[in-house]
């Protein structure tokens, strides 16, 4: 049909043959443009009219997943046709077949890319999937570690095709990776201390912990630090990698608390007395509502030259730290009466 039209018949055979192969190549790519739209009108926007109705988000995500990349698919299909119509060897070819594959690629990587922003992978979905138990805190780290290994896993994969040396890109890269791991070294321990923190679990919001003489009650866990409120109503923030490598006290896991006095008795004191104040110290333990019956025990400790020490002990079932001190205040004020006139 081209081929007879006057303007054509002025041509070689060779050109002829050439501009009806552009042609059709250029009427290839139209019609998968237009292919696109229809697949976007005829398919893809009534099924996503179909999963707006539905209850379930499942719909949803897969046509926010396949969506584009199906559509840069459909633009490699066309490139594909166009290339062979006019002739090109897939064996001589240095450009379309190359390209071809980086679209082919791309699409693939953003499918991937976007299956790991768009599904929401959560702790269970994991654990279902792969039998891996995962903090549910630790998921962010997960898919920006999924997203880093598809993005690298996709540039490496075009950059071959392309007929570059990766081997050589992937050693530059180490030595400035050095560099850049030796600026960021605080960075990066804070990050290891915040998981290290969640999987861990050495106290949660809501603790009382002490850590390098600073006591307070944890108020905020973040990436980069940690956030504790001390009794006079000041916030310490403490780097996470700090927190990781310190050895600290979590107070609020402490099912019971320790009482431990001494009382110094004077010199003289007849054994009777001793028994007396003995039974008296043991029993004002013994009536405080938390202690622990079985760990009371007044002791007779550091006698020397006919003077002595009591010494008073046994455990409080308490765990918040104010109500502690009020407790112990308590029973050091009724010791005190009770000690007043054995003292030395």
């Known amino acids: 049909m081209f081929t007879n039209m006057p303007i054509l018949q002025q041509l070689s055979p060779e050109m002829r043959e050439f501009i009806v192969r552009l042609v059709l190549a250029f009427l290839a790519l139209v019609i998968t443009w237009l292919m696109r739209r229809l697949i976007t009108a005829i398919v893809i926007r009534p099924f996503r009219q179909r999963a707006e109705k539905s209850e379930g988000l499942v719909d949803d995500q897969v046509l926010d997943v396949i969506q584009q990349p199906l559509q840069w698919l459909i633009l490699a299909l066309g490139i594909f046709f166009a290339s062979r119509i006019m002739g090109i060897d897939p064996q001589q070819d240095t450009f379309i077949t190359p390209l071809l594959n980086t679209i082919v690629i ?3 990587a953003l499918a991937c890319y976007r299956a790991v922003s768009v599904l929401s992978l959560s702790s269970k979905r994991v ?8 903090e549910e805190r630790l998921m962010p780290f997960v898919r920006v570690a999924l997203r880093l290994v598809v993005i690298i896993l996709g540039v490496t994969l075009i950059l071959q ?17 050095i560099g850049v791991s030796l600026a960021a070294q605080d960075t990066i321990g804070n990050l290891f201390g915040f998981a290290s923190i969640v999987t861990d679990r050495p106290f949660a919001v809501g603790d009382t912990i002490e850590i390098g003489g600073d006591e307070g009650v944890v108020e905020h866990v973040g990436l980069r630090s940690t956030v504790i409120r001390k009794d006079d109503q000041s916030r310490v923030i403490i780097p996470n990698g700090t927190l990781a490598k310190s050895t600290l006290t979590n107070w609020s896991r402490l099912n019971k608390r320790q009482v431990d006095f001494s009382v110094p008795l004077k010199s003289g004191i007849t054994s009777e007395q001793l028994q007396k104040l003995t039974n008296q110290l043991r029993e004002l333990l013994l009536s405080r509502q938390k202690i622990a ?8 400790t550091d006698f020397a030259e006919g003077k002595g020490k009591l010494r008073v002990m046994g455990y409080l079932f308490i765990r918040e730290g104010m109500e502690y001190m009020k407790e112990l205040d308590l029973i050091h004020r009724r010791a005190m009466e009770l000690v007043a006139e054995y003292l030395a």
């Open 106 to 108: 791309a699409a693939v």
């Open 127 to 134: 654990q279902d999937l792969t039998g891996v138990a995962i």
């Open 161 to 177: 095709n392309w007929g570059y040396n990766v081997d050589t890109l992937v050693a530059g890269l180490g030595i400035g990776s």
């Open 293 to 300: 019956p079985t760990s009371v025990a007044v002791l007779v």
